[in-house]
């Protein structure tokens, strides 16, 4: 649910002649429109509840407006990582494009499958795995209205027998810490996606010891429409996203804009027939990150020499320790190996001298206990896995979970706010 402030935004920014509301939302969403001119200053409102069956099972004489494939359709809302999110403004061409290449020839969705998700329909990674991906190949999809908890997600994929999951890592974790006697038997799944944040190595391994469930990661954007890198069934490579899916060009540059050398960290520029055409009411960032049919995505790769990607963070997210790049992203893959670690945040912090050096933000498992003689063990395992320069200088023990946005990814922005 969001705050009221939040839908104050998204009606300035979209100026809505119309709206569909959850009836749960309606009351934060019922403040916003107060004093808001748009959705016909809250007449042109369409409440979603119990009866929306009904509604939408009454006939209509209307005829289907007539599109064309470069018609504009659908704005995919960023992440707002950088700043408020925009609107990236997608074509009824997009969405065929990424399904057949993607979906249909890279994963190989077939019309036997049945997809659940734990992600909602409203989050665009849903929208293609749980949505538009199923019903392009004839197959069919479980859709609930109950809250996605880890015991119920259980009982709807035994129950009907699912076989694609859509899940993120943080609810992958929470199924793996369900108690034994609250699960149920999941054997059904043939793969499950993961995206949306990193997946820890040791994620994948816990997961995979305890439901031999291959885990499909990959990486999208809202301005790529969906999954572009991905791993693939019968071609996983824990702790990457995977290969190009093919009809996508990519290529990594440094900072000056030329590319660098394979296995060096560089910047992702992206290509292909389901680029955002620019960003809506945003033309200077649209300039800056769409480019003659290139997506400059700001987000830090390296390539190995097999092809296999690996995420190296957002270019704000990299700091520099000893003068060399080091990716958040990896130091908290090590640290959440560490069996007293629940979950953790690495940010850049100067110090005493004005240089930057990693601080790790961790959580502890309830009965791991912070002392300083913790923080040196902490950093010794991380020293003996890293190279020294890359492991946290200081460790900071958090005594409550570690702040989430909207999309329910850890709040870097905030924590660098607060800590950095």
Not at 32 to 44: D, T, Y
Not at 118 to 123: I, N, T
Not at 406 to 416: A, F, G
Request: glycine share 10%; aromatic share 12%.
């Amino acid at each position: 649910l969001l705050p009221a402030a939040d839908y104050e935004y998204y009606l300035s920014y979209v100026k809505p002649q119309f709206a569909f509301v959850d009836e749960q939302n309606l009351p934060e969403f019922g403040k916003a429109l107060a004093s808001s001119r748009h959705c016909g200053g809250g007449k042109n409102l369409i409440v979603v509840g119990k009866r929306f069956d009904e509604w939408v099972a009454r006939e209509t004489d209307a005829e289907p407006w007539s599109t064309k494939k470069d018609d504009p359709a659908v704005w995919l809302f960023t992440s707002g990582t950088t700043g408020k999110s925009k609107g990236a403004v997608h074509t009824h061409g997009h969405f065929p494009f990424n399904t057949e290449v993607y979906a249909k020839q890279f994963i190989g969705i077939r019309e036997s499958d049945i997809t659940i998700s734990g992600a909602r329909l409203f989050f665009g990674y849903a929208t293609g795995t749980n949505l538009m991906f199923p019903f392009a190949v004839g197959a069919s999809t479980v859709l609930f209205r109950e809250a996605p908890t880890p015991e119920l997600l259980f009982d709807k994929i035994a129950r009907h027998r699912a076989s694609v999951f859509t899940s993120v890592p943080t609810l992958i974790n929470k199924m793996l810490q369900t108690p034994k006697e609250k699960r149920r038997e999941i054997s059904s799944l043939r793969f499950m996606w993961s995206a949306g944040e990193p997946l820890p190595r040791d994620l994948n391994a816990r997961w995979d010891a305890a439901f031999g469930v291959p885990i499909i990661d990959g990486i999208g954007s809202a301005e790529s429409f969906h999954i572009y890198i991905s791993n693939r069934p019968g071609d996983v490579r824990p702790g990457s996203l995977g290969k190009l899916v093919p009809g996508y060009e990519a290529k990594l540059v440094d900072d000056d804009g030329r590319e660098i050398a394979q296995g060096d960290i560089g910047t992702l520029w992206l290509k292909g027939d389901s680029a955002a055409l620019y960003y809506h009411s945003a033309y200077e960032k649209s300039k800056e990150h769409l480019r003659g049919g290139w997506i400059v995505s700001g987000d830090k790769f390296r390539q190995d020499a097999e092809g296999y990607w690996y995420y190296e963070g957002r270019g704000d997210d990299l700091l520099k320790s000893g003068g060399i790049y080091v990716s958040p992203h990896e130091v908290e893959n090590c640290l959440l190996q560490h069996e007293a670690v629940r979950e953790c945040c690495v940010i850049g912090r100067k110090d005493e001298h004005g240089l930057e050096k990693p601080l790790a933000l961790v959580v502890l498992k309830e009965k791991s206990r912070p002392s300083p003689d913790f923080e040196a063990e902490l950093i010794g395992f991380a020293k003996a896995r890293l190279a020294r320069y890359k492991a946290p200088h200081w460790i900071r023990f958090e005594t409550n979970p570690l702040p989430r946005n909207d999309r329910d990814k850890i709040d870097r922005k905030r924590l660098k706010a607060l800590h950095g």
